[in-house]
Nanobody, 122 residues
């Protein structure tokens, strides 16, 4: 059985830090590009970061560039999203996804997690 499970979400104050994890089971995560997406209430889902499978090349949305870092630990079959200097506008459900050969998209992915809530509020 394949699973892709996010964890690490929660309630934090502006300026604080969270690290999200995405653990894969039943498939080898190292073969796939990994993306993190988020969806805020009333807004469309957006991709915030992607990391390549081979060379670890990363891309970020402008809204998170310099604050968020996507990494992967292939030995643990897990991906991470380090989120620093969090802002209220980062509040959303965060999802991880995996796709073979390129960054995942909303409608083009091989695996998709169930999501974890991140709330940034004072």
């Amino acid at each position: 059985q394949t699973q892709f499970v996010e964890s690490g979400g929660g309630l934090v104050q502006p300026g604080e830090t969270l690290r999200l994890s995405c653990a894969a089971s039943g498939f080898t995560l190292s073969w796939y590009f990994i993306g993190w997406f988020r969806q805020a209430p009333g807004k469309e889902r957006e991709e915030v970061a992607c990391v390549a499978s081979s060379d670890g090349r990363t891309t970020y949305a402008d809204s998170v560039k310099g604050r968020f870092t996507i990494t992967r630990d292939n030995a643990k079959n897990t991906a991470y999203l380090q989120m620093n200097s969090l802002k209220p506008e980062d509040t959303a459900i965060y999802y991880c996804a995996a796709r073979f050969g390129n960054c995942p998209q909303q409608n083009l992915h091989d695996y998709w997690g169930q999501g974890t809530q991140v709330t940034v509020s004072s």
